[in-house]
């Protein structure tokens, strides 16, 4: 039996940034990773301003992103984000440094699989598989960072993340230099399809069914063979926080952003307010309680806004007509990619009412 005051269970972006400050605050914890060299599927999109804000080695970035497009149909219209740039990492590079800045900050990093708990009062007692060897781990915490898939919230939940599919693939003949959101019935149903810069080459996919994938390489006029595959991506609408001595985080909590699902941000994000309560020993309330303060209101603006505009494609070419204002597109991406505060109600309508007509003049 092996003991630690937390264990991490996940080495993606979540687990990783809770691992390592709690490590920086000297606080003792095991982080396990199934496989070290898991891809995580994803486009890979993070808001420039994460590295400072997480301490990031900046050379893990790939390409940096300064356009912004939105398609329907014939449609486009590009959106400048210099002020709030995209990089693009690669997730295997990504989370493989992620989790060496936990062990050099002092996390016992370890291959291995979650395979159950035991719970009790004051304590938790975990059985691990590290190569063919079944560990104990006895902790005073256990923080789920498991993913999409959470074994953990099945286990101390009793469910499965509610998810939505997506469908994507790895391109070589295109190498796009801006993030291109395509919208509407055909090529997205309610969510979007996505054309983005990759590490290498560039990356497309479909938040939603496959066939969906099929009208985007047609869009894109693409007639390159490739891999599709699929994998799920959470929906902001059970989310979890704690439950009987186990903290959810990032995609196993359901944190990831309506409308963009924008994930590896908010992990960390959810991380590094989780191990500051940890770190404070507050009581585990703490954690929803700050995060709420913190993002409540972002996640919610976002989820009205993907019903309201990306309901049907009338709804789009209103949103289009609407992201015709400069405006509006600065106000979107500073609350999107930025941290302003975006209120919507008569009176932020009213304003943008007023904005297209004065255009219009
Ligand atoms: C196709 C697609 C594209 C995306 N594109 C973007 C994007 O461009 N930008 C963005 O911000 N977000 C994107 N996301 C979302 C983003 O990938 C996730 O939100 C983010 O990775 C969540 O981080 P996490 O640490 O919570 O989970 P994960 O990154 O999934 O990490 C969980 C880790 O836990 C490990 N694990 C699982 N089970 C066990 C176990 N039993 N024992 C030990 N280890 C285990 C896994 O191997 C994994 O490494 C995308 C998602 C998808 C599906």
């Keep these: ?9 996940g080495g993606g972006p979540a687990g990783t940034t809770t691992a390592k400050y ?12 199934r496989n070290f060299h898991f891809k995580k599927p994803c486009g890979g999109g993070v808001r420039l301003d994460a590295f400072d804000t997480f301490e990031i080695d900046k050379n893990l970035i790939e390409k940096e992103v300064y356009t912004l497009n939105l398609v329907h149909k014939k449609q486009k219209i590009s959106i400048d984000i210099t002020q709030t740039p ?6 295997v590079k990504f989370d493989t440094a992620l989790r060496k800045q936990a062990k050099e900050a002092g996390t016992d990093v370890y ?22 060897t079944f560990i104990k781990i006895k902790s005073k915490y256990v923080v789920a960072a498991d993913g999409v898939n959470s074994k953990l919230r099945k286990q101390v939940n009793k469910e499965n993340v509610s998810a939505t599919m997506t ?19 055909q090529v997205a149903q309610k969510n979007y399809a996505w054309a983005f810069p990759h590490a290498e080459g560039s990356n497309i996919g479909v938040v939603g069914e496959s066939q969906c994938l099929s009208v985007l390489k047609k869009d894109l006029l693409l007639e390159e063979k490739t891999k599709d595959l699929g994998y799920k991506i959470p929906n902001y609408d059970n989310m979890i926080f ?3 001595r186990v903290f959810f985080v990032g995609d196993s909590a359901s944190q990831v952003l309506p409308f963009t699902y924008e994930g590896i941000y908010y992990a960390m994000g959810a991380a590094k307010i989780l191990s500051n309560v940890l770190i404070n020993k507050e009581p585990p309330s703490a954690y929803e309680k700050q995060w709420k303060e913190k993002y409540a209101k972002k996640f919610d603006t976002l989820l009205k806004l993907q019903k309201l505009f990306l309901y049907n494609d009338f709804t789009i070419r209103i949103m289009m007509q609407l992201y015709k204002s400069q ?13 302003r505060e975006l209120t919507i109600n008569a009176a932020f309508a009213l304003k943008v ?7 219009r003049k």
């Design 353 to 359: 009412i007023k904005r297209i007509i004065q255009r």
């Design 167 to 185: 469908h994507y693939c790895d391109i070589t003949s295109q190498q796009y230099t801006s993030c291109t959101f395509h919208v509407g019935a």
């Design 86 to 91: 995209i990089a693009i990492v690669d997730r």
């Design 242 to 244: 704690y439950k009987t």
């Design 1 to 9: 039996m092996i003991e630690t005051e937390i264990l991490v269970v």
């Design 22 to 33: 709690l490590s920086l605050a000297g606080i003792k914890n095991i982080l396990i990773q």
């Design 111 to 132: 291959e291995a699989t979650f395979v159950n708990l035991e719970i009790f009062e004051n304590y938790v007692i975990s059985t691990i598989k590290k190569e063919d």
């Design 327 to 339: 405006y509006i597109q600065k106000q979107m991406v500073l609350m999107w990619l930025g941290d």
